[in-house]
């Protein structure tokens, strides 16, 4: 077929994190086939358990890790070998080991840092990028090991981090690495510093000696942990961005992404409403539409807001424009001294003077020969006597009063942020609860601090479930063993703690919003976070996760087996 005669259209897909991205799953490309070779709509349905055996998975890593510091706890050599199990195939090639390989050093300067992996084919589901796509695994192993740096030194484990960090007026920072987008690894905000200052405050990090002491009074078991990372946002190679004003004041914006719920049309129409001077219930967004927006990439790797949210900007500053030129032209007033609030294009700082709405402008910038109702009339008396060899659109211009773009970043935005969690551990069940969760997220400049909120919180869901409860259980065969919702677990509301949250806004100096992205912020320390706040509960490593009750049972009877003293010797003292 004609490449313009298929269109299509997926406005709300539904939630996906993981699965969705794979180019494409067959049954795309099977349905619409077979609904052309029947001549009748053709519905994909599959059970739960053949998702579980047939979609894919991600998160598997054995990691070695080996470090060199001074007394002081820094860093002066970081050696790193990890196996990456990618599955029975490739579909999206070896992007998660190589994104564990680079985004594991963190807001850190390692020294000297070697890294070497080995992607393997097993005989299981395959593996694509799972919200945090490789960056939980290298979370894992970098902050695992500044605790066990702290743990050797006796050093506070929040010092040590500080020790280490990037200074802000380091930035931008090169690390001396190829990113997943081809560019070089260079971070270019931050103040990791700040950061940790502020998630310190926030859990409370100096008071939790007086807070355990008074646990142990109470025969409870608490622990305090701590996790930073860097996440590489808005990779290209671009999206694009289209606005339209049409004559009744409606303002239509559309962009190829699609939308799992992340408040896409909400975010898009405050940009576009901020950009061109228009109440935001004027503007409306489609997005997942070849018919608006032929062009697209795709929404993944917390791209969308740094991506499309410019491009969107950039269109709309387009149609600014020539709405300025036409209201210059119509009002006799230089483009320069006009504003738009409102709709409502006027003399800056001269309220009450000449003015013009911006549905009157549409039409101006559309002059039909043979138009003669109302909207005509009020165009034209702007225009001055209507004369059809000089319409009031520039010769050099389209009729309409609407704009295109395409944002094409020189490089990925990094954003970062810090984690802290209070934990108990039942003393005789080996429960783990969550008793405080505490984010501080820097994505640069926010649109929407509700929304971005909301993307750390259903991210931190998501990762006390890859630490506490979800794993995939295999035979020696290959077989998933459970594969339903009797047998893999998932948190329920009941098992995510209370998420208190706190922000820091250094903007991106590599786009024009200055924003960053924020969609897998919350997962990617969690695993990290939890492990350290049992560990220090405990007063023993945990070196894997998930970890489930019964594992933290078994690790408490494996140390108290090993440091048990010898039984004494006949005849010794």
């Not at 990037?166 to 700040?194: K, N, T, V, W």
């Not at 008074?214 to 608490?222: D, F, L, M, N, S």
């Not at 991210?459 to 409860?469: D, E, F, I, N």
Request: hydrophobic share 40%.
């Amino acid at each position: 077929m004609p490449l313009a005669k298929v269109e299509c259209v997926a406005p709300d897909v539904g939630g996906g994190f993981g699965v969705k991205i794979m180019h494409p799953w067959p049954e795309e490309v099977l349905v619409p086939w077979a609904a052309r070779m029947l001549g009748r709509d053709v519905k994909w349905s599959e059970d739960r358990r053949e998702h579980f055996v047939s979609s894919a998975h991600e998160r598997g890593q054995l990691q070695e890790v080996t470090v060199g510091f001074d007394d002081d706890g820094r860093l002066l050599a970081l050696d790193v070998r990890f196996w990456h199990d990618n599955g029975a195939y490739t579909p999206y090639g070896i992007i998660v080991p190589i994104i564990t390989a680079t985004q594991l050093l963190g807001p850190y300067k390692p020294g000297a840092y070697r890294v070497e992996f080995w992607s393997l084919y097993t005989n299981t589901v395959i593996v694509t990028p799972y919200r945090g796509a490789g960056r939980p695994q290298g979370c894992f192993a970098m902050e695992r090991t500044m605790d066990a740096i702290a743990a050797h030194l006796g050093l506070d484990r929040a010092e040590v981090r500080e020790r280490n960090f990037i200074q802000p007026q380091e930035m931008p920072y090169d690390h001396g690495l190829m990113f997943q987008d081809g560019r070089p690894l260079r971070y270019d905000s931050g103040d990791f510093p700040a950061t940790l200052a502020k998630v310190k405050a926030l859990v409370g990090w100096d008071d939790f000696t007086a807070y355990r002491a008074q646990a142990e009074k109470e025969g409870r078991r608490v622990g305090l942990g701590l996790g930073c990372y860097v996440e590489g946002t808005g990779v290209g190679p671009y999206e694009g961005g289209h606005v339209q004003v049409e004559t009744s004041g409606r303002v239509n914006v559309s962009t190829g992404l699609t939308t799992q719920g992340q408040g896409h049309q909400t975010f898009l129409a405050q940009i576009v409403a901020d950009e061109l001077g228009v109440r935001i219930e004027d503007v409306h967004v489609t997005t997942g539409d070849t018919r608006r927006m032929p062009y697209a990439v795709g929404t993944f790797a917390s791209r969308s807001a740094v991506m499309s949210g410019n491009a969107v900007a950039l269109a709309a500053r387009v149609v600014r424009a020539k709405a300025l030129k036409i209201a210059s032209d119509a009002l006799e007033v230089a483009a320069d001294d006009l504003e738009i609030e409102d709709g409502v294009i006027s003399v800056r700082g001269a309220p009450g003077t000449a003015r013009i709405d911006l549905s009157t402008v549409a039409v101006l910038s559309n002059p039909l020969r043979y138009a003669f109702d109302e909207s005509a009339k009020a165009a034209t008396q702007f225009a001055g006597t209507f004369d059809p060899d000089k319409p009031p659109v520039a010769d050099d211009e389209e009729p309409g009063l609407e704009g295109k773009d395409f944002y094409s970043p020189t490089q990925t935005t990094f954003a970062n942020g810090m984690h802290a969690a209070i934990v108990e551990t039942d003393p005789v069940t080996a429960e783990i609860r969550i008793l405080r969760y505490c984010v501080v997220h820097d994505c640069g400049v926010m649109v929407n601090p509700m929304i971005v909120d909301g993307q750390v919180h259903g991210g931190v869901a998501q990762g006390v479930g890859g630490a506490l409860y979800e794993r995939m259980v295999y035979d020696e065969s290959g077989q998933l063993l459970n594969a339903s919702f009797m047998d893999f677990l998932m948190p329920y509301a009941s098992e995510v703690p209370h998420i208190e949250t706190d922000h820091l806004e250094t903007p991106s100096p590599l786009n024009p919003l200055g924003i960053k992205g924020a969609g897998e912020a919350g997962t990617i320390p969690v695993s990290a976070v939890l492990a350290a706040a049992i560990e220090d509960a405990e007063g023993f490593p945990i070196r894997s996760m998930p970890i489930s009750p019964a594992e933290l049972w078994a690790l408490r009877q494996q140390h108290a087996t090993s440091t048990q003293p010898a039984p004494a010797q006949e005849g010794s003292p």
